[in-house]
Every structure is written in structure tokens, then in C-alpha cells.
């Protein structure tokens, strides 16, 4: 590993070739340099390995199908997207970036966030999802299915509400996982509430902050999970609804310093359980704390971007980067899932953790190559205590601009 931030600007200029993107803008109104006034046109223009820059405004759900493609929020901008969001079909050899969207799900029967047949990598950062409501019940917030290369970095997710007068009523989970592997960092995933049914029953039960179905292993750092609250008393005899586990899982789960919690119970109905294990669902804690690490993304060259850890005062931090992700792999002595591949894979000590735990430092973006309009690279940083043992930890993807963007 190099020490000077210097080097680290040239191999991030160096590493831009090998993860050139185009750039499709999308805006609410038509103007120069603006390809649509909505997603999913872009998406469809764009080509496998290509970014939609999407400034602020409200656009509607959108499909990412057999191409990896990056949706990416402007620097500071609030990009909303009302409806259903679907990652499906990516390839082994291909990758996709939700980052900076708000996601608010329809009352369709889907979730806010759903993965189907994803062979390829799916990184969710920055994002905030919560599920809408079909015919009286919550939909989920995230829903991952088939999936072997997820990373969840700083993000809300919220199962949707039940609503009064179905004869189903439960609250959604915030995150969904259905024979996938997942690593969680920093993020929250928070059960909906549930509501009173049309008739006497107990379906009006809050919904579990992560659902984790048979044939799936979950890592997750510095998360926390909430259950939803059951639904309180209400019309044709209905007395109330259990609360939502925090976690309730059929398959290994691994916890660094996470937070599990039930729902309220209502009407005399139990309150929720912080975790559920059933069948062949196991849970493993790691006894240390969880570091923290960001980015800020998008950024344009000549532009800084902010690299933050947050980890034990004395730790040094490194950052390791590569032009593309991996399938997650826990390290268990490592205490973590390492997510990059190892094709130009390179790495930087840039410093130890001062007494208040936070290391920030700017970094300037370099000029890119002439006509190269983005890059994403792909950064996992890691604390290695004196004497101790090192730690792999959170991740976040960088997405460089040209300045004329």
C-alpha cells in the first residue's frame, strides 16, 4: 500500500479506463445536455456499463434489464422515484448502482426495490425505500431474490403499512432476502405497522425489519433492525396485532455491533421478538465494533470529494479500490465481507484515527482523460489496529464526472 494521497489521485486516474462510463442526464424539463424528462428512457438508450445522472426532481419507477446500468442522484439533489424500481437479469460479468434515489413504492403488488435472476453485482447506497400498500397489506421495502452479489451501504429501508378494511393487514419487512447473499452496512431496516382487518382475526401484525427465507447468508454492520407495530384495536371484533420481529431468519446470519428490536403489540397481543431463528436460520455475533466509511458521490474533477472512516482512535485506515465489484466473501477473521474484485485491485494507507474517531480527509478529483465522461470506482476501506488484527469494512462506490455535466 502507497502512503501519500498524491498517489492515490494518480491511481484513481490511472483506474478510470478500465470503468469508463457515458452519461445519459435526466431532468423534469427538456434543456441542453438533458437526454429525458424520466429514467427509464435513459436506461433504455444507455448502453451495458453506462450512468444515468438524474437531477433533482420526481420521476417514476423504472427497470434495469440485462444491462448493468448506474442510477445515480446529482451531487445534492433529491431525486424521488414513485413506484416500482426492478434489478433483474444482470449478468455475472456485469454490475448496477442505485445511489442518492428516495424510492417510494406504489400500491401495486410490489415491492419499492426488487432483485430477480442477478447473476451480477447490485450495490444500493445512500438510498431511502419504503414499500407501499396492495389491497390492505404493506409491501416490502427491498426485496432481494436470487442474487448472489448484494451490497446494501447506508440506506433506509421500510417495509410499507398495513391499511384499514382488507381482511389482510400486516405491515411489510424493511428488507426482503430469498436465496441471495447480501452484506448490510450502516443502514436501517424497519418494519411497517400493521392495521386493523375487516374481519376478527390477528392478520393486523407488524412486519419484521429483515426477512431472510431459506438458502441465504447475511453479513451485517452497524445495522440496525426494527420490528413494525401490530395494528391496534378495531372494528368487527378485531382486538389487536402481535409486533414485528426485528430479524426473523431460515438462514445464517453474521452481526457486528447491530441493533434488534420488536414492534409493539396492541390489544393484548404479544409484542415482537428482537430475533425469530426458524429451521436452519442461525445467528453468529462478532464481538468488536463496527467502522464506518463514505464518500461523497458523484463528484466532478477538479471537484473534492470527501473519504471519511470512523473506526478506534489509533487504527490505521486503508482504502483498497478496483474497477469492478465481486460476489461478497466473508472473512470472518477479518470481520467482514471483501466485495471488489481482484482484477486491478489496488490499495492506500491514508492515515490513523484520531483521538475523536473520525478520519476526514479531501481529496481533489483528478481530470479525466479527454472525451471520458464518468467512472465509478469501487472503494472498501479497512482499519488494521497496532498489534491487533485487521478489519474489513464498509464500502462505497465513487462516481467521477466530467466537469461539463
Not at 403499512?161 to 389482510?168: H, L, N, Q, V
Not at 393484548?268 to 436452519?280: L, N, R, Y
Request: aromatic share 6%; proline share 7%; charged share 10%.
Amino acid at each position: 500500500m502507497s502512503t501519500t494521497p498524491s498517489g492515490f489521485i494518480l491511481a484513481l486516474l490511472l483506474a478510470s479506463s478500465a470503468s469508463a462510463q457515458s452519461v445519459f442526464v435526466v431532468a423534469p424539463q427538456p434543456g441542453p445536455g438533458v437526454f429525458s424528462t424520466d429514467i427509464q428512457p435513459a436506461i433504455d438508450a444507455a448502453a451495458d456499463g453506462n450512468l444515468v445522472l438524474v437531477k433533482a426532481g420526481a420521476y417514476t419507477g423504472f427497470t434495469i434489464d440485462g444491462k448493468g446500468v448506474s442510477v445515480v442522484a446529482d451531487a445534492g439533489a433529491s431525486v424521488i422515484v414513485d413506484g416500482h424500481v426492478l434489478v433483474t437479469h444482470v449478468a455475472a460479468s456485469q454490475r448496477a448502482l442505485l445511489q442518492g434515489l428516495t424510492v417510494h413504492g406504489d400500491n401495486a403488488i410490489s415491492p419499492a426495490i426488487a432483485t430477480s435472476d442477478l447473476p451480477g453485482a447490485l450495490w444500493i447506497e445512500s438510498c431511502s425505500v419504503i414499500g407501499g400498500t396492495a389491497n390492505g397489506t404493506g409491501q416490502v421495502g427491498v426485496s432481494i431474490n436470487t442474487s448472489p452479489s448484494v451490497v446494501i451501504q447506508r440506506s433506509v429501508m421500510q417495509g410499507g403499512d398495513g391499511a384499514s378494511g382488507g381482511t389482510i393487514t400486516m405491515g411489510a419487512p424493511g428488507l426482503h432476502v430469498a436465496v441471495s447473499t447480501v452484506d448490510v452496512g450502516d443502514s436501517q431496516c424497519i418494519g411497517g405497522h400493521g392495521a386493523p382487518p375487516l374481519t376478527g382475526s390477528f392478520q393486523g401484525f407488524g412486519g419484521s425489519g429483515l426477512r431472510v427465507l431459506p438458502g441465504c447468508f447475511v453479513f451485517a454492520s452497524g445495522t440496525s433492525f426494527q420490528g413494525g407495530d401490530g395494528a391496534g384495536a378495531g372494528p368487527h371484533g378485531f382486538t389487536g396485532g402481535a409486533g414485528g420481529a426485528g430479524i426473523n431468519i431460515e438462514s445464517p446470519v453474521v452481526l457486528l455491533e447491530c441493533t434488534t428490536a420488536g414492534g409493539l403489540g396492541q390489544g393484548g397481543a404479544p409484542d415482537g421478538a428482537a430475533t425469530v431463528v426458524i429451521g436452519a436460520g442461525s445467528i453468529q455475533t462478532i464481538d468488536d465494533v463496527a467502522r464506518h466509511f463514505s464518500t461523497t458521490s458523484p463528484v466532478r474533477e477538479g471537484q473534492s470529494t470527501t473519504i471519511a472512516f470512523g473506526g478506534v482512535p489509533g487504527e490505521i485506515v486503508g482504502l483498497w479500490f478496483s474497477p469492478a465489484p465481486a460476489p461478497p466473501k466473508l472473512l470472518l477473521a477479518f470481520e467482514g465481507m471483501f466485495a471488489l474484485s481482484a482484477v486491478g485491485l489496488q490499495g492506500f494507507v491514508l492515515g490513523a484515527i484520531p483521538a475523536g474517531g473520525t478520519l476526514s480527509m479531501p481529496v481533489v478529483v483528478p481530470t479525466l482523460p479527454a472525451a471520458l465522461q464518468s467512472v465509478t470506482v469501487w472503494c472498501q476501506s479497512t482499519f488494521d489496529g497496532p498489534l491487533t488484527h485487521a478489519v474489513i469494512s464498509p464500502t462505497s462506490a465513487l462516481v467521477l464526472l466530467d466537469a461539463s455535466l
